[in-house]
T-cell receptor, first 115, second 110 residues
Framework: GAGVSQSPRYKVAKRGQDVALRCDPI?????LFWYQQALGQGPEFLTY????????KSGLPSDRFFAERPEGSVSTLKIQRTQQEDSAVYLC?????????????FGDGTRLSIL | RKEVEQDPGPFNVPEGATVAFNCTYS??????FFWYRQDCRKEPKLLMS???SGNEDGRFTAQLNRASQYISLLIRDSKLSDSATYLC???????????FGTGTRLQVFP
């Protein structure tokens, strides 16, 4: 279908490696969000883009986390020098336009395991 | 203290039962409220928005009490397919990001 697509679905990396997670939002969706979901917890906000502008990165846990959306469509979340506590499901969501009432559509997520 | 608090459950109920979930939020300036549903190892999906006047969608009724900073979800005539985790979600003032509760797990048994 034409939903939010994330890749890879699963990623296993050794501690200290860098990883890159990709998100393809629904075509035409202006807003894009990244969330982190640890086991047994609700998703936690990481960062938000409106088109190519990163408007809020207050949820990024450390400077090892970096996100970009250079052309206002596909986004990449990069984690440098991964740690075991980075193991989680990383969810991407998009919404058609700006506004708190806009529904956010989530992708299946990338399940990241750091050994 | 977490911004959005929910009883994690699990709630184990028989088919046909009525079950209610509650949630409290700490930021009085919060502007939008939702219930999301998440199946095991799947992505969250919007179940319904929540309004002060209360709203109903089939067997589901949601209610918001701004004075008490309290949100509820009522499920009538539970089905086996209702088994999932129900996430209480709030949008703070002047932002579009979602703040999720831990989720309440519901298991409906035959």
């Amino acid at each position: 279908g034409a939903g939010v697509s994330q890749s890879p679905r699963y990623k296993v990396a050794k501690r200290g490696q860098d990883v890159a997670l990709r998100c393809d939002p629904i075509s035409g969706h202006v807003s894009l969000f990244w969330y982190q979901q640890a086991l047994g917890q609700g998703p936690e906000f990481l960062t938000y883009f409106q088109n190519e502008a990163q408007l809020d990165k207050s949820g990024l846990p450390s400077d090892r986390f970096f996100a970009e959306r250079p052309e206002g469509s596909v986004s990449t979340l990069k984690i440098q020098r991964t740690q075991q506590e980075d193991s989680a499901v990383y969810l991407c969501a998009s919404s058609l336009s700006q506004g708190a009432g806009q529904p956010q559509h989530f992708g299946d997520g990338t399940r990241l395991s750091i050994l | 203290r977490k911004e959005v608090e929910q009883d994690p459950g699990p709630f184990n109920v028989p088919e046909g039962a009525t079950v209610a979930f509650n949630c409290t939020y700490s930021n009085s300036a919060s502007q939008s409220f939702f219930w999301y549903r998440q199946d095991c190892r799947k992505e969250p999906k919007l179940l319904m928005s929540v309004y002060s006047s209360g709203n109903e969608d089939g067997r589901f009724t949601a209610q918001l009490n701004r004075a008490s900073q309290y949100i509820s979800l009522l499920i009538r005539d539970s089905k086996l397919s209702d088994s999932a985790t129900y996430l209480c979600v709030v949008t703070p003032h002047n932002t579009d990001k979602l703040i999720f509760g831990t989720g309440t797990r519901l298991q409906v048994f035959p």
